[in-house]
T-cell receptor, first 114, second 111 residues
Framework: NAGVTQTPKFRILKIGQSMTLQCTQD?????MYWYRQDPGMGLKLIYY???????DKGEVPNGYNVSRSTTEDFPLRLELAAPSQTSVYFC?????????????FGEGSWLTVV | GIQVEQSPPDLILQEGANSTLRCNFS?????LQWFHQNPWGQLINLFY???GTKQNGRLSATTVATERYSLLYISSSQTTDSGVYFC?????????????FGKGTHLIIQP
């Protein structure tokens, strides 16, 4: 049972480059999320999705885009990378956020922009 | 959005000690969760506890929703308990719009 899978695990980007972080879950969860974690800080929500075809902005969406064409996949696109986007990115999924349903996180993607 | 504050920011204990971690939040919520991030960065959900008390082995949590705080208790600490403990609540208090996290308590258990 793979759970939530993120790729790549590590990436170095040059300023102005673009890339996509991939996220796939095999638990048939409706809800999926992208977070970023800066050193010594908690996680901040970038975007979330409550089902295929539905996405919405979180706390820190600027500089990012997402899509949700299937239940399983929720890629995060970085356009025109900036040093401020150096962070660890976590994808997560759950059946529902409330009602005690567990939220499962991927192992994280370490991104450095130079 | 709702503000989440955790204390203490850092805690160093000897193996076998007990500890209490606190989470304060600024508005009413219908969902509160505790997470453990191990030294390798992996995030594990510990408790879903919008109110009341729950226990799981050496860990227990209590949320007093009316007073807007939650406590995580760790008894008989082991070195594997080391890591960062996060408290998280819904970004806008309820619904499916994701969780907002505190800055965490960094716990180090020394053998």
């Amino acid at each position: 049972n793979a759970g939530v899978t993120q790729t790549p695990k590590f990436r170095i980007l040059k300023i102005g480059q673009s890339m996509t972080l991939q996220c796939t879950q095999d638990m048939n969860h409706n809800y999926m999320y992208w977070y970023r974690q800066d050193p010594g800080m908690g996680l901040k929500l970038i975007y979330y999705s409550v089902g295929a075809g539905i996405t919405d902005k979180g706390e820190v969406p600027n500089g990012y885009n997402v899509s949700r064409s299937t239940t399983e996949d929720f890629p995060l696109r970085l356009e025109l990378a900036a040093p401020s986007q150096t962070s660890v990115y976590f994808c997560a999924s759950s059946f529902r956020q409330g009602s005690g349903n567990t939220i499962y996180f991927g192992e994280g993607s370490w991104l450095t922009v130079v | 959005g709702i503000q989440v504050e955790q204390s203490p920011p850092d805690l160093i204990l000897q193996e076998g000690a007990n500890s209490t971690l606190r989470c304060n939040f600024s508005d009413s919520v219908n969902n509160l969760q505790w997470f453990h991030q191990n030294p390798w960065g992996q995030l594990i959900n510990l408790f879903y506890i919008p109110s009341g008390t729950k226990q799981n082995g050496r860990l227990s949590a209590t949320t007093v929703a009316t007073e807007r705080y939650s406590l995580l208790y760790i008894s008989s600490s082991q070195t594997t308990d080391s890591g960062v403990y996060f408290c998280a609540v819904p970004v806008r208090g309820g619904g499916a719009d994701g969780l907002t996290f505190g800055k965490g308590t960094h716990l180090i258990i020394q053998p």
